[in-house]
């Protein structure tokens, strides 16, 4: 039972996480080295950025999406923040929910929503505040501001130094209660240590310590989680540069599905065979040396594009819909990556969309050269 259970939770999770996309009508969207919006810009509607540096000043009226590598939010957001990047800091006030994915999370502001968080590090500063829950999976995590709602977490250990309205985590390490600390509510707590209670904190209500709930199930269960999310970061990636050229091929392409997938059988069986062939004499060695690097190359791009294909192919059957898009790239990973957890015919269905992919960026390459 809780084997499904937590598989029915990634699957929640990376709905809130980035369901909010399928809402963006009219957005702007930002690519570079570095990305700023300043004081004095006031975006209407979401934005968009992908770079190593991300840095918002100004207001956004919308909700806020970035890939990159150091994001800053100093001006304020008044719907949600959705980040993937390694050092993310919050300063400026955010109207709604704030979603991390990264190494070092550090929010110093009011957060009129919920935080969830995936990252090495969450500090909640003492100058921020939240006013839903904290969903935290990572290494460790700092509360030394005010929390409404719940403090949930699975994580190295957890650090409390302010007021919250309840605590469930699992931990591998430490629980600490600061002089600060306040829990309104009960207090669910697993970890093999014991708690480190200073003694001006107070819990309202009961403490329990549960007994160790383990599975051999769990190393899968945090593979799975980032084999999704890597997936979908590059995902979204391509999307980003290469929207236009994807939604091209899948329109061309998309009603030739049968043939593709007997082109994407051949490429996947015969080419190694072929590498082989050429790798008996001296030079047909370095021959099958570029073929077997281009070969591996076709199939991490054709790995990727089938994720967003399979999303494209499915708004295409429920919303009329003939372009590649964000919501395309989360449809797809989602759909995907749950295929796995069906017995026997989800993976299968899953080496089919990839055989066809497969075949149709072959298909595509071919009838380019050939124009």
């Known amino acids: 039972m809780k084997y499904i259970q937590k598989r029915l939770f990634?699957?929640?999770?990376?709905c809130l996480f980035f369901g909010a996309v399928a809402h963006?009508?009219?957005?702007?969207?930002?690519?570079?080295?570095t990305v700023a919006v300043t004081e004095s810009d006031k975006i209407d509607g979401d934005f968009y950025a992908l770079g190593d540096g991300v840095h918002v000043s100004g207001v956004i009226t919308g909700d806020l999406y970035v890939i990159g590598g150091t994001v800053t939010v100093d001006g304020e957001v008044k719907g949600d923040i959705v980040v993937l990047g390694s050092t993310v800091t919050v300063h400026g006030k955010v109207g709604d929910d704030v979603r991390?994915?990264?190494?070092?999370?550090i929010l110093a502001s009011a957060i009129g929503g919920d935080v969830f968080g995936g990252a090495g590090t969450l500090s909640l500063l003492s100058s921020g505040s939240v006013a839903g829950d904290v969903i935290f999976y990572g290494g460790s995590a700092d509360i030394d501001g005010p929390v409404k709602g719940r403090v949930y977490t699975r994580s190295?250990?957890?650090?409390?130094?302010?007021?919250?309205?309840?605590?469930?985590?699992?931990?591998?390490?430490?629980?600490?209660l600061g002089n600060s600390a306040v829990v309104s509510g009960n207090l669910d707590y697993e970890t093999d240590e014991d708690i480190a209670r200073d003694p001006g904190s107070s819990v309202v209500g009961t403490v329990n310590k549960r007994a160790d709930s383990s599975s051999e199930d769990s190393p899968f269960f945090v593979s799975f989680v980032s084999v999704m999310f890597?997936?979908?970061?590059?995902?979204?990636?391509?999307?980003l540069l290469f929207r236009t050229d994807l939604t091209r091929m899948f329109a061309l392409h998309t009603p030739r599905m049968g043939l593709c997938g007997f082109i994407g059988l051949g490429v996947l069986i015969g080419t190694p065979l072929l590498s082989v062939l050429l790798g008996v004499t001296i030079l047909g060695m370095l021959a099958a040396l570029l073929l077997s690097f281009l070969y591996l190359a076709l199939l991490v791009a054709a790995l990727i594009v089938m994720h967003i294909y399979v999303g494209a192919y499915v708004l295409k059957v429920l919303k009329?819909?003939?372009t590649v898009s964000w919501l395309s790239?989360?449809?797809?990973?989602?759909?995907?990556?749950?295929?796995?957890?069906?017995?026997v015919l989800g993976?299968?269905?899953?080496?089919?969309?990839?055989l066809i992919t497969l075949g149709t960026i072959v298909f595509h390459i071919f009838t380019s050269f050939r124009s």
Request: proline share 3%; aromatic share 4%; net charge negative.
């Open 10 to 14: 990634i699957l929640l999770v990376v």
């Open 329 to 343: 790239a989360v449809v797809g990973v989602l759909l995907t990556q749950s295929l796995f957890l069906v017995p």
């Open 24 to 33: 963006a009508d009219a957005a702007v969207i930002r690519s570079g080295t």
């Open 320 to 322: 009329k819909e003939h």
């Open 156 to 176: 190295e250990s957890l650090a409390i130094n302010a007021s919250v309205g309840s605590v469930d985590t699992v931990l591998e390490g430490q629980l600490s």
């Open 100 to 105: 991390i994915l990264g190494g070092k999370a």
């Open 230 to 239: 890597m997936t979908l970061f590059v995902a979204l990636i391509m999307v």
């Open 347 to 354: 993976p299968l269905l899953v080496l089919l969309a990839f």
